[in-house]
């Protein structure tokens, strides 16, 4: 198993262009989440989704839209990319359920992003 | 919504000494409190977590506490090694409900000296 993908890894954009980041998981899980991860300020939740053609914005949603039209794939786009969206983004999954483990996030190895 | 804050920013110990890093939220409904530990350039990863009904969980060198009256845990690492060396974020939130995601504390940069 893959786990979780994240991709690309890196990617430098002009402020007002657009992009894509693709996040795949092969476990079957059901949530699925995108954070952004700033220096001391932690892992910040952008949008979230508990299933299939479902999304729920998190607490930093504001320039950031997300798809969730397969089980296995959550998509984080910048519609026209600012500085401020400069960060390292992190895509994370789990299963719900009541066994022990299930709250665990699988993060994905995360994407470097550059706003100029 | 919730809000954890954690402290302290960055963290020194020498080799074999202990080191403990502490959490407060806010929700008294959050009934869950994992530790996630990150290395430079990985992601992070789960190490040890604890549920509201349990006020103390080891798991050989570390340990977590946790006081639901006064909202706060702690992460205690005993005979540190360099490998320990990461950023460590606590996080709260409440068991098996995806709608309410995990919301993460600021990190603790902890660094062991050899």
């Known amino acids: 198993n893959a786990g979780v993908t994240q991709t690309p890894k890196f990617r430098v954009l002009k402020t007002g262009q657009s992009m894509t980041l693709l996040c795949a998981q092969d476990?079957?899980?059901?949530?699925m989440y995108w954070y952004r991860q700033d220096p001391g300020m932690g892992l910040r939740l952008i949008h979230y989704?508990?299933?299939?053609?479902?999304?729920a914005k998190g607490e930093v949603p504001d320039g950031y839209n997300v798809s969730r039209l397969k089980k296995q794939n959550f998509l984080l786009g910048l519609e026209s990319a600012a500085p401020s969206q400069t960060s390292v983004y992190f895509c994370?999954?789990?299963?719900?359920?009541?066994?022990?483990?299930?709250?665990?996030?699988?993060f994905g190895s995360g994407t470097q992003l550059s706003v100029l | 919504g919730e809000n954890v804050e954690q402290h302290p920013s960055t963290l020194s110990v020498q080799e074999g000494d202990s080191a403990v890093i502490k959490c407060t939220y806010s929700?008294?409904?959050?009934?869950?409190f994992p530790w996630y530990k990150q290395e430079l350039g990985k992601r992070p990863q789960l190490i040890i977590d604890?549920?509201?009904?349990?006020g103390e969980k080891k798991d050989q060198r570390i340990a977590v506490t946790l006081n639901k009256t006064a909202k706060h845990f702690s992460l205690h690492i005993t005979e540190t090694q360099p490998e320990d060396s990461a950023v460590y974020f606590c996080?709260?939130?409440?068991?098996?409900?995806?709608?309410?995601?995990?919301?993460f504390g600021s990190g603790t940069r902890l660094q062991v000296q050899p």
């Open positions: 996080a709260a939130g409440l068991k098996d409900t995806g709608r309410r995601a995990l919301t």
């Open positions: 476990m079957n899980h059901e949530y």
């Open positions: 994370a999954s789990r299963t719900p359920g009541q066994v022990p483990s299930s709250e665990k996030l699988f």
């Open positions: 604890i549920r509201s009904n349990v």
């Open positions: 989704s508990v299933g299939e053609g479902t999304t």
């Open positions: 929700d008294s409904a959050s009934n869950y």
